[in-house]
Nanobody, 129 residues
């Protein structure tokens, strides 16, 4: 299993920006497609974005499309989530997750939480109105 540690969360006003990072260790990072999920209080985990092992493919939830950007740096074993134009409804704990590249890239599959084998501990993002 690859170990994942998120950072970069915090408190920001509506309309502001944050950049989340997820550092991986323990396995070859480029062997994994990566995803970001979030969980707001009292709600289920929600898919946010995903990126293929080489960054060639990305996929976004409709709720964040055009505002969030997922990227990765395989040399630094890190995946990023740039979040712009933040809204109060973006408030949640954000988790990164890893899925083996042995699985064929498919957007539907990347949006499903049960298809990921490794998870970070999460980082809190709070957007004030």
């Amino acid at each position: 299993q690859v170990q994942l540690v998120e950072s970069g969360g915090g408190l920001v006003q509506a309309g502001g920006s944050l950049r989340l990072s997820c550092a991986a260790s323990g396995r070859i990072f480029s062997n994994y497609a990566m995803g970001w999920f979030r969980q707001a209080p009292g709600k289920e985990h929600e898919f946010v974005a995903a990126i293929s092992w080489n960054g060639g493919s990305t996929y976004y939830a409709d709720s964040v499309k055009g505002r969030f950007t997922i990227s990765r740096d395989n040399a630094k074993n890190t995946v990023f989530l740039q979040m712009n134009s933040l809204k109060p409804e973006d408030t949640a704990v954000y988790y990164c997750a890893a899925r083996s590249r042995l699985f064929t890239w498919a957007e539907y599959d990347m949006s499903r939480r049960q298809n990921y084998g490794s998870w970070g501990q999460g980082t809190q993002v709070t957007v004030s109105s």
